[in-house]
């Protein structure tokens, strides 16, 4: 869909950008490039715009798209009703944003029979101009009397008239802007118990009675407040003081007249009964979008950090999933995640059950040449831990616990079913415990991102919009780190630029009848696999083996032949260029520049020839949890105490110190320095020493500080 230019501009001007690098991204979108492709593969296109502000210029085009849609949609039903006129036409097609042009269209939309309608069929619409003309002439409301409709006398004349003024002066843009500006400036949330649920809704009882502008409360206590409405423990109104309202609409309306009082009375009135509910509910939905857009970018900040936590690689690795009564389900995987063993141990569960199950794990450690060992950290796990530690294991054999949310939804879900339909399901999630320390973000793209406990107020939020942010951090994760073809998931394949579900079953499918893939293209012989797809995807798309050595690298197959002048005109071939960090120094990459290809380009080539399919994950580091502290009565005031972030809000974050229990480190307690965003100093994953404040054990509460601790 064309978009105008000058909305390029106004996209531009929100980013700091040129409205010709947001012209050059619609273009390319408009052409079925993604976000991942653009910003990696077309920077001198668009001036090397990063994922973000693609992302943005994306979504703004949408919005432009559904303005456009919705306008042709109100234009076609004033058509029909003919009461398209050339005025009304202009204003709707000047709207620059939905809330304006639903103004516009508010007076003239289908609606049910209101009373202005009614009034209206009862002839007193030249009353009501009258009246709201404010003139200074004396009425002869004897004309509007007529019984026959319902008009008995002069009482009920005004009374219609005014129902006609009140939809009127509510229904005007102009007023409708201007008191919704007022709304936005003076709104208050008020919140109340709901007296009779009193006693359920002890979790809300600091909102029993709650007051805060609207315009100075957080997005998570919005969401909090909404929620207990939802619950029906609290009672939430959205509105500025009456009178100041009134007397800000009354301003724009009244004029010293005869008929002051019939035309205040039509103003308070419309103001209670239309213009203040409409309103609230578009303040209160404008604001739950706001807190849902704050509580949806924390989310997928924390999920970019979890699926881009350190992978330990291809070690073979034993796994636990813990358990008291059921014991702990015990699998060893090779290095590329392979089942090769399953059993169950019972080690918490008396001294002979104990000495055997040390036994199976020393035997299997040996059999199978255990580099790691994960254990879960649900129920049991820090008991299983201090089990295996001492065990008696080899030193070099690498024990640590693994977060293991969503490995319960893994073992239940269709792709677990299908990959292992003869396995109990905590065999399965045992597995997915041990492949999440091999490599979490190929394990995790198995989830919804929903179920892996990294949100806030996720339940509460935009649905739809948190589906899609998610699913745009998903891919932006995978192709940022790029995907093996030849032992990726079908479920890892979906997340690739281009690829989407239908060509990921496709791809493997084609592995699993023709063999391992030999290069890059070979790719192009997958069935509905065109150039198109192959252009987005293939730079993603790694081959260790490749028949072209840079097919196990982030160079695109456009740009092989240019890697290859490089290395002719230096008399050598790529292997030899990749192999020798020399040869690497001697290229002049400006001699290498065109009209297409630019030096943002081309130091993306050098890197990558320095050091091919490069991981941009950090080294994984092995965490180990304080002994003896299992439990919240473990813990003591003053304790220091290792801890991994497991969840950052706007609030603070939330810290693991291995006692099944999440402690809070509220925001003010992050760091000596005053902070006003969590994640400016913490991240998911993150190992970190916290000191223990405070612990409530009746409400299960526990809170810890990073103060003086960095």
């Known amino acids: 869909m064309t978009v105008p230019a000058t909305h390029h501009l106004t996209i531009a001007a929100w980013l700091g950008i040129t409205g010709r690098q947001v012209a050059a991204a619609a273009e390319l979108f408009d052409g079925g490039a993604t976000v991942p492709f653009i910003a990696r593969y077309r920077k001198e296109v668009t001036g090397c715009l990063d994922e973000v502000a693609l992302t943005t210029i994306k979504d703004q085009l949408s919005r432009h798209h559904e303005l456009v849609k919705r306008r042709a949609a109100v234009i076609s039903s004033l058509q029909e009703r003919q009461l398209l006129t050339e005025q009304l036409a202009a204003n709707l097609n000047g709207a620059t944003t939905l809330t304006e042009l639903e103004d516009i269209y508010l007076p003239f939309r289908p609606k049910r029979r209101t009373r202005a309608a009614i009034a209206r069929e009862r002839g007193l619409e030249p009353l009501a101009k009258l009246l709201l003309e404010q003139g200074q002439e004396e009425l002869v409301l004897s004309r509007f009397i007529n019984p026959d409709q319902q008009v008995p006398d002069a009482a009920a004349a005004l009374a219609g008239a005014r129902d006609i003024i009140a939809e009127r002066v509510t229904e005007d843009p102009a007023t409708r802007s201007a008191m919704r500006e007022f709304f936005r400036r003076r709104a208050s949330v008020v919140s109340r118990v709901v007296e009779k649920n009193r006693e359920a809704a002890a979790k809300y009882r600091d909102y029993f009675q709650w007051q805060e502008p609207i315009t100075r409360i957080a997005g998570h206590r919005l969401l909090a407040l909404l929620r207990g409405e ?178 319960s939804i893994y073992s239940a879900s269709e792709i677990a079913r299908r990959e292992f339909p003869d396995l109990d399901l905590t065999v399965r999630g045992a597995v997915s415990i041990g492949r999440r320390l091999q490599d979490p973000l190929a394990e995790l793209v198995k989830i919804d991102p929903k179920s892996i406990g990294v949100g806030q107020y996720q ?38 630029s281009g690829i989407g579900e239908a060509l990921a079953v496709a791809i493997v499918h084609y592995r699993d009848q023709h063999g391992p893939f030999r290069s890059r293209r070979e790719l192009l012989k997958v069935p509905r696999l065109g150039a198109k797809v192959f252009e987005q995807a293939a730079g993603f798309l790694r081959i260790s083996d490749g028949s072209h050595p840079l097919d196990a690298s982030a160079v695109h197959p456009e740009r092989y032949g240019l890697v290859e002048q490089m290395a002719a005109d230096l008399g050598a071939t790529v292997a030899d260029v990749l192999a020798s960090p020399s040869l690497r120094e001697s290229i002049d990459v400006s001699a290498y520049c065109s009209e297409s290809i630019g030096l943002p380009t081309l130091t993306d080539i050098m890197e990558e020839l320095a050091r091919p399919g490069r991981d941009p994950r ?93």
């Open 618 to 710: 950090q080294q994984f580091q092995s965490f180990r949890f304080a002994e003896g502290i299992n439990q919240p009565a473990d813990l003591q005031p003053g304790m220091i105490v290792p801890a991994i972030i497991t969840n950052v809000t706007t609030f603070g974050a939330f810290a693991d110190i291995g006692v099944h229990r999440d402690g809070l480190i509220h925001i003010s307690q992050l760091a000596d320095t005053f902070v006003s965003d969590p994640a400016a100093v913490v991240r998911v994953r993150q190992q970190v020493q916290v000191r223990v404040l405070e612990v409530d054990l009746d409400r299960q509460r526990i809170s810890l500080s990073m103060k003086g601790l960095a």
């Open 230 to 407: 939802t619950e029906k423990m609290l009672s939430v109104s959205i509105r500025p003081d009456e009178q100041a309202a009134l007397a800000e609409l009354t301003k724009r309306w009244l004029k010293p007249s005869p008929h002051r009082d019939q035309v205040l009375a039509a103003i308070e009135d419309g103001y209670k009964r239309l213009l203040a509910p409409s309103l609230e509910n578009e303040i209160r939905q404008e604001f739950k979008d706001k807190a849902d857009r704050e509580a949806i970018t924390v989310f997928a900040d924390n999920l970019r950090h979890l699926l881009l936590a350190p992978p330990l690689g291809q070690k073979r690795v034993m796994a636990l999933d813990p358990g008291f009564r059921t014991g702990a389900k015990l699998v060893c995987l090779d290095g590329q995640g392979r089942l090769l063993h399953t059993t169950t141990i019972y080690p918490t569960q008396g001294e002979k059950q104990r000495s055997a199950a040390a036994q199976t794990v020393k035997e299997l450690a040996d059999t199978y040449r255990i580099e790691a060992i994960a254990v879960g950290s649900g129920t049991a796990g820090r008991e299983t831990e201090t089990f295996i530690r001492e065990v008696g294991l080899d030193q070099r054999i690498m024990i640590t616990m693994v977060n293991e949310d969503g490995a």
């Open 459 to 496: 339940h509460d939020v935009n649905q739809a919009l948190l589906k899609a942010s998610l699913a745009e951090v998903v891919a932006s994760c995978v192709n940022s780190v790029g995907v093996e073809v030849n032992s990726a998931s079908g479920e890892l394949l979906t997340h690739v």
